[in-house]
């Protein structure tokens, strides 16, 4: 077996003991929470956290049986089905369109980094008032008569609208940096080989970045299962429970209702979710 010298011991200790803060920090208020949660999620629990009685698997049984979780379940798979392949789309495109540093890229890109100055409750108040009512400022220019956070379709549509212009910077600059990273000894050749056009971006271009794009679509779903914000100042998950996401029906079961039993399982069920997606992402990367 072979021993690793003094000297990389020592570099190894104080490794370990820069990280040691983080740890200890993680420890206390990620680690140790999370396990009482998992604790709590078996257990029936009083509004003071005072633990009553075992209850098994009777809290997550109650839960998948509640017609308004089951409710707020389906709300965010709508929105992911929706919200998911639009920001795909929209951000890749203005990255590939703005790719090629030119005079005049510097103006889209100051527009499309834009919302990054913007909190999320200010673009969400903005929003709000651009689609309220029927005599909405959206309304005014497109000529239309909707009342838009009214109605469950468009009120979903809305959200959509209010969650891109939140992600789109972001993931922008991500696949902007990507492309402009791209080795340009390959686009060389290949242009030299004949490729040009559409067919250099999708043959070259596009499978370069990739790994990037895999990320950027990670993240926006991490961030469509998790929304609950949005929803708390747009629409309260209005009208009709319509808009009503999981996160959200957990704000309001822990912190309206108090109901500890359900919060702690649907934190539970949420992490673990959470940890799915992080599995993706970490085994995408080892495939790379």
């Known amino acids: 077996m072979l021993k690793l010298p003094n000297v990389m011991r020592t570099k190894s200790f104080k ?53 308004d979780f089951i409710n707020s379940v389906l709300n965010t798979l709508k929105f992911i089905i929706i919200f998911l392949p639009v920001n795909t789309f929209l951000t890749l495109l203005a990255a590939a369109v703005t790719r090629k540093a030119r005079r005049t890229t510097a103006v889209t890109e100051f527009i499309f980094l834009t919302p990054l100055a913007m909190s999320l409750s200010a673009l969400a108040l903005i929003m709000k008032e651009i689609f309220r009512g029927r005599v909405s400022v959206i309304n005014r220019l ?30 922008y600059i991500l696949l902007l940096a990507a492309f ?29 970045i990739r790994n990037v794009l895999a990320v950027t679509i990670f993240t ?28 959200y029906y957990y704000y309001l079961e822990a912190f309206r209702s108090g109901n500890r039993a359900t919060e702690t399982t649907i934190a539970v069920i949420m992490v673990l979710f959470s940890v799915i997606i992080m599995s993706l992402i970490s085994r995408r990367r080892r495939d790379v």
């Open 142 to 171: 497109t000529d239309l008569s909707l009342s838009w956070l009214e109605e469950s379709g468009s009120a979903m549509a809305v959200l959509v609208i209010l969650s891109l212009f939140l992600d789109f910077a972001l993931d």
């Open 220 to 247: 926006a779903l991490k961030d469509a299962i998790l929304i609950s914000a949005p929803v708390m100042v747009l629409t309260e998950g209005g009208p009709f429970r319509s808009t009503e996401t999981v996160m």
């Open 15 to 67: 490794a370990y003991l820069f990280l040691l803060p983080a740890m200890i920090v993680a420890l206390l208020f990620s680690f140790l929470p999370l396990a009482k949660c998992l604790m709590l999620s078996f257990f029936t629990v009083s509004q003071s956290g005072r633990i009553v009685a075992f209850n098994g698997l009777g809290n997550y049984i109650s839960l998948f049986q509640n017609s």
């Open 180 to 208: 402009r990273s791209t080795d340009k000894s390959i686009i060389e050749a290949a242009e030299i080989d004949g490729a040009h056009g559409m067919s250099l971006f999708f043959r070259i271009e596009l499978p370069s």
